[in-house]
């Protein structure tokens, strides 16, 4: 009896003319053209900068200086490629060991007490920090103190001011990293008589050597685009480096600094500089992806 | 050092196999140095923080004491009667982040939901979120770049049929020619879907299954179970991630510089050229007097303390509103 009311209150097929599924296509629909919206100035900002940036490129663009403003055509980006490389590698020298450093001692020696939780919580704030204050931060500190053998503008201080922001996802990604170790590594090594130090550098860290590397290559790809930090510390300089501790070119501040010219041959390097940019970050975060499958063992 | 204390128990005979081995004060100072280190490490993150507001406090004091609280409400930025006040500067970051969140949050949001339900076959919903996440990567300078020469020129005649049909409204009161509020605000759009559609497709993939199968047991549509169950349940991460993408654009600098036209008296009109903190900062920096310098340190610290506040509230929001499963 119970099954004939419950078939004459009516069937469970599918009605597409009820309200509540003309509302779902509807909202199914809506989120469908978000998603394309969201999609479409994606691989717009892609397809430019990559043909644009590719069609004003020439091999001896990496060899060349750019030109005096407004006086002729040709030139290169020489000078700022080697110039991110160099700052780039300098924030390296100084994020990474005070980042991998901070994150060992916030997973390993920190447990919850609250200095650990003060520092995550610092860790976060700076996280948080606008790009420009880092380079506000350290024009403060050095760049108009002199501190650094009398030095203005330097690459050491594009360098600090980019460590600064790079510091964030290091400490997070290795602190997190070390946390996935099985804590029956670090019971064993101490079991057979190994001493803290030895359990954390022998065993702990190489075995989350994937997520750490992985997150300092982040580090660095996020670094490596930054121009706010830079242009009141590394400057720009028309020329070849020549030394660490004088004003240095970088491609993000070209980037800048072209983009307002009014003249073609700059408009154009700029371009070509966005190209080498992007086409290092992204092969930088594939790199990064690429590591981080190895932590999936 | 182990293999030596292996051969040192070999040769104190077998009863030391069950002694205890004192730990040689070579060891014990090195593991004790160690933690140092790696403590004094960690402990650097609080120093650049606080060192930060030191920094920056003490550079902004000529102005603080010039100007005092009168800076945050005067409109009026002079560097030839050197008289500085930041209205218009945080009045424009306040305005286009908020413009640009009002845009990125119904986008990024819809297509996360788009991204986490079984709309499309799991092959392109990957091939989605890996463009996502590959323009989170794309430098803002070069987003500035791309904005003068290709969304200026294409967003231009949208903007000015806007002003032809609402100019009536103060808003949309300017023609717009050159560069504007209104293409900062598209090109922060730009920069924040990337974190939301992150944020928010992480936090839906992490409500359990069983949620939206008691939901649909129930008889529940779709998109019943996504706005009373899924989105309830992932609001916590939603709204944490909202909150970091409105830090991030506050503190934007390049793309909103290269596009928002520098302009430092105030205009009503969101059509018309205007700046904000960090863009002001980046380009008064370079040629800047004393006391402007002084200014400028001030507006970054009004920058740096409203960033602050949005991440503790942010971080506060995210252990507030998180919902445990087991």
């Known amino acids: 009896m119970t099954h004939a009311s419950f078939t004459a209150k009516g069937d469970l097929l599918y009605k597409p003319q009820l309200l509540r599924n003309r509302g779902n296509r509807l909202l199914t629909g809506i989120a469908g053209a978000f998603a394309l919206i969201a999609v479409i100035p994606l691989i717009a900002v892609i397809l430019f900068v990559l043909v644009k940036g590719f069609s004003f490129l020439r091999p001896a663009m990496f060899f060349e200086l750019p030109p005096v403003p407004g006086q002729d055509m040709g030139g290169g980006i020489g000078n700022a490629f080697v110039g991110t490389l160099i700052v780039t590698g300098l924030s390296c020298l100084f994020a990474i060991p005070v980042g991998v450093g901070g994150g060992i001692y916030l997973s390993e020696y920190g447990g919850g007490n609250p200095f650990s939780e003060f520092i995550r919580f610092g860790t976060n704030v700076l996280a948080g920090v606008p790009s420009i204050i880092a380079g506000v931060f350290i024009y403060g500190l050095i760049v108009s103190s002199r501190i650094l053998f009398g030095s203005t503008f330097s690459a050491v201080a594009g360098g600090l001011a980019l460590a600064v922001l790079m510091l964030p996802t290091i400490i997070k990604t290795t602190d997190e990293g070390l946390k996935l170790v099985p804590q029956e590594l670090r019971w064993g090594a101490l079991g057979v008589g190994a001493s803290k130090f030895v359990t954390t550098i022998r065993v702990v860290v190489p075995s989350a050597i994937a997520p750490i590397a992985t997150g300092v290559v982040l580090g660095i790809a996020r670094s490596a685009g930054e121009t706010a930090p830079l242009i009141f510390t590394a400057f720009f300089s028309p020329y070849w480096p020549d030394g660490l501790f004088e004003p240095m070119a970088t491609m993000s501040v070209m980037i800048f600094n072209y983009a307002q010219m009014p003249y073609e041959a700059q408009v154009q390097l700029a371009w070509a500089a966005s190209f080498v940019l992007v086409v290092m970050i992204l092969a930088m975060n594939l790199l990064a992806r690429w590591i981080s499958s190895f932590a999936q063992r | ?326």
């Open chain 2, 1 to 326: 050092m182990q293999k030596t204390t292996l051969i040192g128990m070999a040769a104190s005979g077998s009863d030391s196999l069950y002694t205890l081995r004192h730990r040689p004060a070579s060891e014990k100072l090195l593991d004790t140095s160690f933690r140092n280190l790696v403590g004094f490490l960690a402990l650097m993150v609080a120093i650049i923080l606080i060192g930060i507001f030191i920094v920056v406090g003490s550079k902004a004091s000529e102005a603080i004491g010039a100007f005092g609280l009168n800076f945050i409400v005067s409109p009026v930025w002079d560097p030839v009667r050197d008289t500085y006040g930041a209205f218009t500067a945080i009045y424009g970051t306040l305005l286009t982040s908020v413009l640009a969140l009002v845009l990125a949050v119904p986008l990024g949001v819809g297509t996360a939901i788009f991204l986490t339900e079984d709309f499309i076959s799991p092959r392109i919903r990957l091939v989605i979120s890996n463009m996502v996440e590959l323009l989170a990567a794309i430098p803002s300078v070069v987003l500035g770049l791309w904005a003068i020469f290709v969304l200026e020129p294409f967003a231009r005649p949208i903007l000015q049929l806007i002003h032809q049909l609402f100019g009536w409204i103060p808003f949309f009161s300017t023609n717009p020619s050159g560069p504007g509020v209104m293409y900062a605000v598209l090109i922060l759009t730009i920069m924040l879907l990337p974190i939301i559609t992150a944020i928010s497709r992480d936090s839906l993939n992490q409500v359990p299954q069983d949620l939206r199968q008691a939901a649909y047991g129930v008889g529940a549509t779709r998109w019943t179970a996504i706005f009373m169950v899924m989105i309830p349940a992932a609001i916590s991460g939603i709204v944490g991630g909202i909150m970091l993408a409105l830090g991030r654009a506050m503190g934007e600098t390049m793309a909103v510089t290269l596009i928002i036209g520098n302009q430092t008296s105030f205009n009503i009109s969101w059509f018309a050229p205007g700046n904000t903190i960090a863009s002001l900062i980046a380009n008064q920096f370079g040629e800047a007097g004393e006391l402007q310098m002084s200014a400028l340190m001030y507006a970054a610290l009004v920058l740096m303390i409203i960033t602050f506040l949005v991440n503790v509230l942010a971080q506060w929001i995210v252990r507030r509103l998180a919902l445990k499963y087991e």
